[in-house]
């Protein structure tokens, strides 16, 4: 029994792809701006440089706890503002959800978007 491939160059796998990349792209040049502004900001704020591996036992705890938790949560919401605005002019150019985004969207967001 023969299986059905699909074509690499069919609409729907494209799409896909170009969201992808999109979306990765964004994300990866938010995290690459938020950790440099990051670091000057450590930098700024305590005079000294970012730490480099803060479970290391040279780092004090609080200056460990400080970086996972301004560094975790400033990436956290680079990679969300990225994906967003990349969602935002995905649907402006296309006029639809990215792919995969179609799931977790209310009718109401489906509506804006074809309207």
Do not use: H, L, S, V
């Given at each position: 029994m023969a299986k059905k491939s699909k074509k690499p160059?069919?609409?729907k796998s494209k799409?896909?792809?170009t969201w992808k990349m999109l979306g990765t792209t964004s994300a990866l040049v938010a995290g690459i701006a938020t950790t440099k502004a990051l670091d000057?900001?450590?930098?700024?704020a305590t005079g000294k440089k970012p730490p480099t591996s803060p479970e290391s036992p040279e780092?004090?705890?609080r200056e460990a706890l400080a970086w996972a938790a301004l560094s975790g949560l400033a990436m956290g919401v680079?990679?969300?503002y990225a994906t967003r605005r990349a969602a935002n002019y995905w649907v402006k150019s296309f006029g639809t959800l990215p792919p995969g985004m179609n799931k977790g969207a209310t009718k109401e967001t489906k509506k804006k978007v074809t309207s």
């Open positions: 160059d069919q609409p799409g896909k792809k000057a900001t450590w930098k700024t780092i004090g705890n680079a990679k969300m």
